[in-house]
């Protein structure tokens, strides 16, 4: 008679597969789905009764900015409260980092412009605990309650290498391979991939246009290279004509940054 740590009894399994709800029970050893069958004569050290609800998977929340949250709130409240158990963070360009100290205000004010959070509850950020993306994602090991994934920002890198001239400009060559280093440092630390936006409606507290919005095409493709070396991640990327409809154009460039990039 088999013998599980856990067995979820009697629940309508919802497996995230596509195939159809099914009555079924859940059983669990080593932290694992060992079993999904009908397990009445097998034994648990703890059983749940799952009668009239639906047993599912956690919810991956492909698109979120819980990055900065993540560091003082470890179950990304209200999320987890949904079935949330993985979250992808640092998307639409920003993410908390890699960021300098120098340019910590710089990025709040573009969390709270451009996600509408408060600032009062962004000072509540660990920036003391992390610089470099690796910093970042070392200082989160042993302290989540859900799975945590995040982009690099696009903007965080024009910001490091451009300064202030990462609202007003294009990158030259030299700084396009510098934000190409930054880059690969932070996949092989655990990145997720890249997140940029050209989209019209990203601006700063002072009006300005979020850096990745001034990048030439040029510089967002050099960088999908960079992410094709690696063979794994994603890009997260909103195009000028995303508010409003893609048009023909940036339809074009998404599918050139998905071949050079050879990654969804």
Not at 31 to 49: K, P, S, V
Not at 113 to 141: K, Q
Not at 173 to 200: C, D, H, K, W, Y
Not at 211 to 237: H, K, N, W
Request: hydrophobic content about 40%; some cysteine.
């Amino acid at each position: 008679m088999a013998h599980y740590d856990l067995i979820v009894r009697n629940g309508l399994l919802v497996d995230g597969t596509g195939l159809p709800r099914r009555r079924v029970d859940v059983g669990v050893r080593d932290g694992r789905i060992a079993r999904l069958a009908h397990l009445e004569d097998a034994t648990a050290d703890t059983e749940i009764d799952a009668d009239g609800a639906i047993v599912a998977p956690g919810i991956v929340d492909a698109h979120t900015h819980y990055d900065p949250q993540i560091t003082f709130d470890p179950y990304a409240t209200m999320s987890c409260f949904h079935g949330v158990t993985t979250v992808l963070a640092g998307n639409c360009g920003f993410s908390v980092a890699p960021c300098r100290p120098e340019d910590r205000e710089f990025l709040t004010g573009i969390f709270a412009a451009v996600e509408n959070m408060d600032p009062i509850a962004l000072s509540a950020i660990t920036w003391d605990e992390f610089e470099t993306f690796g910093e970042y994602l070392d200082s989160r090991e042993g302290r989540l309650g859900v799975n945590l994934a995040s982009y690099v920002g696009h903007s965080n890198l024009r910001r490091i290498v451009l300064g202030d001239d990462s609202t007003e400009r294009e990158a030259t060559e030299a700084e396009i391979a510098e934000m190409g280093r930054l880059l690969r440092e932070a996949v092989e630390a655990g990145a997720a991939g890249l997140s940029s936006s050209a989209a019209p409606t990203h601006l700063d507290t002072a009006g300005r246009p979020v850096p990745s919005r001034l990048a030439s095409s040029a510089e967002v493709l050099a960088l999908a290279d960079v992410l094709g070396t690696f063979g794994r991640g994603s890009i997260g990327f909103l195009p000028a004509s995303a508010i409003g409809g893609i048009d023909r154009a940036d339809e074009d460039y998404l599918i050139e940054i998905g071949r050079r990039s050879g990654l969804p």
